[in-house]
């Protein structure tokens, strides 16, 4: 493994003489966009001990390398601070991972459809197909939904269920039968089975508007054992890793149970096999329960408990049922309880005794002045924020007076690009006006917010950051849709530090995480494509060819293949992700733009910059040969 001192390493040879420290790792030649406006831009980084050593040019940093210095050529491609997704449901979606069909980026329903018939053949009998959100028609060619028929003919004995967005789901007929769907089974609260003339289920089911009848239906598949739920979640992280995402806070959600369900990640901190960092909170799962859920909690952990790679960092989203908003664009707004306050309040007040943070999902400006009403009694009390981190999730149609009220509070904002699937539908039923501010991320800036993004993965938006950074900076929905007027739109660097700096200051990380910068840590992406200059439409395409996380090189492809640290084998053999991969983009389309007869291109994940964009070097020798073992 040992490069001898004589022998140049990827363009850079170790300096003779004494040093005090050598780095574990440099990546040099690269465009590096630091995110420190003290320094922005450098073209090296050196790495010791998981924290960044140094930052500089090629020959500054040359005394820093020594034998056992691993070196890497980003052979001039655009490196960034690693991304952290402020609002994602990583422990949930790590769980179920390998189950999951994934149509995130499929271009036509025609291949979804063929997906879930080549799928169907190996499914094994008792086994479910599941399509989990991260779609919408919007991105098919045929811009519609499929029916339940084609489900049934895709996959007439195994049963399949395909989530669409937190709206509706689609069943055929075997999962009907599975599920245990009759005609005399009962609509659960705020949803609807459709029925045809004759009574019986049609395979339809409506969030009307909650998403309780999705997700409870969705929950009687069968689970994986332990040994799966560990690789399962491996996996993730790795396609997570893939994007460039180095850090994520978990938004818990619905059927996902503490202490149970959080034991794969926790097994995987202890062990040193987590290759994204994560803050979790803990969400009560059962109505009438809430308030007993949050006693316990606060006398048996505490927020900060863990370590820079997985640790609590309060609770939400929900902290009451009776409180929570749905995001069904497709229906009106909920009227919530008329008397949610009291238990709120008390909710509130436990968690701000006992110094904890909070998070909250709030879809509606309605519901947010209400929550607001309720933290001010508690701030005339001297009890409200209390030096307690809090923020509200979502907030799409937010207004003004409400974002001076939660800046007045010292609150936060953490925004999703639901409206990149959702938009299109919102803007249907409340128009373009307000649409054009559904959320008003600039206004939130303007106000001196701390405000950071995220995507609210897997079940309605794909969790790809790079396409929530293209709805920041184009304000169009996945299908081209345009929401947003100039005003309301951002540049790429501010958008890039909603996805870096503003999801480490939402956790107090602000000062080791979300920059590159001495002492901080060794989270970077060296991209597939410039972020800064690439048309942008190119924005959704890239990826990382290589992704580091606390100096650990975690994902690489490219000419970088080989040098991420192993995955254990996916498992079981039959999973969709086994075959189909995650998120489908770059050549894995190839087959789906020939079936379009498409002409338009689509550059590849780790290849070549687009034409009229500039070329991509390749020296000769791009990687340090140590690595390349």
């Not at 508007?209 to 598949?221: D, I, K, N």
């Not at 010292?410 to 409340?430: A, E, T, W």
């Amino acid at each position: 493994m040992n490069a001898p001192t004589s022998m140049p390493v990827a363009g850079t040879a170790p300096s003779p003489g004494p040093r005090t420290a050598t780095a574990d790792l440099v990546v040099r030649n690269a465009k590096v966009y630091t995110g420190d406006p003290t320094r922005p831009t450098a073209t090296a980084v050196a790495v010791r001990d998981g924290r960044i050593l140094a930052l500089g040019d090629d020959h500054n940093l040359a005394g820093l390398i020594g034998p056992e210095t691993h070196i890497v050529d980003a052979l001039g491609r655009r490196a960034v601070p690693g991304l952290n997704d402020s609002h994602l449901h990583v422990i949930r979606g790590g769980l179920n991972y390998v189950l999951e069909l994934r149509w995130d980026g499929v271009r036509s329903l025609r291949r979804a459809l063929a997906m879930l018939r080549e799928q169907a053949g190996r499914t094994p009998k008792g086994q479910w197909i599941r399509v989990v959100g991260g779609w919408t028609p919007e991105q098919f060619a045929e811009r519609r939904m499929p029916t339940v028929a084609e489900l049934n003919a895709a996959a007439p004995d195994t049963p399949v269920f395909v989530l669409h967005l937190y709206q509706s789901a689609l069943m055929n007929r075997a999962a009907v039968r599975a599920a245990g769907f009759t005609r005399d089974t009962p609509d659960p609260r705020g949803g609807q089975i459709v029925r045809g003339r004759d009574g019986e289920p049609t395979g339809v089911l409506l969030a009307a508007p909650g998403a309780l009848v999705l997700y409870s239906t969705l929950a009687r598949a069968p689970r994986l054992d332990e040994a799966d739920r560990r690789t399962s979640t491996i996996h993730f992280l790795r396609e997570l890793n893939r994007f460039g995402l180095t850090s994520a806070l978990d938004a818990a959600g619905g059927f996902q149970n503490f202490p149970d369900d959080y034991a794969t990640v926790v097994d995987l901190a202890r062990s040193g096999e987590l290759t994204l960092r994560i803050a979790y909170y803990l969400f009560p799962q059962t109505a009438g329960q809430e308030l007993a859920d949050l006693r316990r909690w606060t006398r048996t952990v505490r927020p900060g408990d863990g370590d820079e790679w997985l640790r609590l960092a309060g609770a939400g989203e929900n902290l009451i049922w009776a409180a929570a908003d749905f995001e069904n664009f497709a229906e009106p707004r909920p009227a919530l309880a008329a008397d949610y306050e009291a238990e709120f309040e008390q909710a509130v007040r436990l968690l701000m005794e006992n110094g904890w943070g909070f998070r909250l999902h709030a879809t509606y400006d309605e519901t947010i002045r209400r929550d607001l009403a309720v933290f001010e009694k508690l701030a005339a009390e001297g009890l409200f924020p209390a030096g307690n981190r809090w923020l509200f999730d979502h907030a799409e149609t937010v207004g003004d007076d409400s974002l001076d009220r939660i800046a007045a509070l010292g609150g936060s904002l953490s925004v999703q690009n639901r409206m990149s699937f959702q938009g299109s539908v919102f803007l249907d039923r409340y128009g373009a006006e307000a649409a054009s501010r559904t959320p008003p991320v600039r206004a939130m800036l303007d106000r001196g917010l701390t405000v950071a993004a995220g995507t609210d993965a897997t079940r309605v938006s794909s969790y790809n950051p790079w396409v929530a950074l293209h709805w920041l900076v184009t304000g169009r929905t996945v299908g081209g849709t345009p929401l947003y007027p100039p005003a309301n739109l951002l540049d790429r660097r501010q958008a890039l530090e909603l996805y870096t700096r503003g999801g480490a200051r939402l956790t107090g990380e602000e000062d080791v995480k979300g920059v590159l910068r001495e002492g901080c840590y060794a989270d970077l992406a060296v991209l597939s494509h410039d972020y800064f200059t690439v048309p942008e439409e190119i924005i959704p395409e890239i990826e990382s060819v290589l992704t580091v996380v606390g100096g650990r090189v975690v994902h690489a492809t490219a000419e970088y293949t080989g040098l991420e640290e192993v995955a254990p084998p996916l498992s079981p053999a039959w999973s969709p992700v086994a075959h189909f991969g995650g998120y489908a983009s770059g050549a894995g389309q190839a087959d789906t733009v020939a079936e379009l007869g498409a002409v338009s291109y689509r550059p590849p994940a780790g290849g070549a910059a687009r034409p009229g964009a500039g070329p991509v070097p390749t020296p000769a020798h791009p990687v340090d040969p140590c690595l390349a073992h």
